[in-house]
Nanobody
Framework: QVQLAESGGGLVQPGGSLRLSCVIS????????IGWYRQAPGKEREGVSC????????FYADSVKGRFSMSKDNAEKIVYLQMFNLEPEDTGVYFC??????????????????????WGKGTLVTVSS
């Protein structure tokens, strides 16, 4: 059983920054496709960023490119999402997801709607003045 625990959400003004963390209990993070996904009020969950287990590239949704940065610390088993220049449209619950599957290109972003093997409980990000 893999457990994921997100933290770091909160209330921030437009233009502000936050760093989310996701602690993962998996034995070896390199064996998992891992990503960040968010769900805004009244909307479906969508992919924000992801790293496929068989690729070295990190993929981002068009809406966050240039503003968000995902990183992974294999030794500490933590995945981060650094968010800059936040906008009200970034408001939502942010989830960390892990999946055993291998994906091509940015298709790992689709786990937001397809469903990952494991999810954390999420952390709320509110961008408002």
């Amino acid at each position: 059983q893999v457990q994921l625990a997100e933290s770091g959400g909160g209330l921030v003004q437009p233009g502000g920054s936050l760093r989310l963390s996701c602690v993962i209990s998996a034995f070896n993070l390199d064996e998992w496709t891992i990503g960040w996904y968010r769900q805004a009020p009244g909307k479906e969950r969508e992919g924000v960023s992801c790293l496929d287990r068989s690729e070295e590239d990190i993929f981002y949704a068009d809406s966050v490119k240039g503003r968000f940065s995902m990183s992974k610390d294999n030794a500490e088993k933590i995945v981060y999402l650094q968010m800059f220049n936040l906008e009200p449209e970034d408001t939502g619950v942010y989830f960390c997801g892990a999946d055993r599957g291998a994906f091509q290109g940015d298709s790992c972003l689709l786990l937001g709607t397809l469903g990952a093997d494991y999810w954390g409980k999420g952390t709320l990000v509110t961008v408002s003045s």
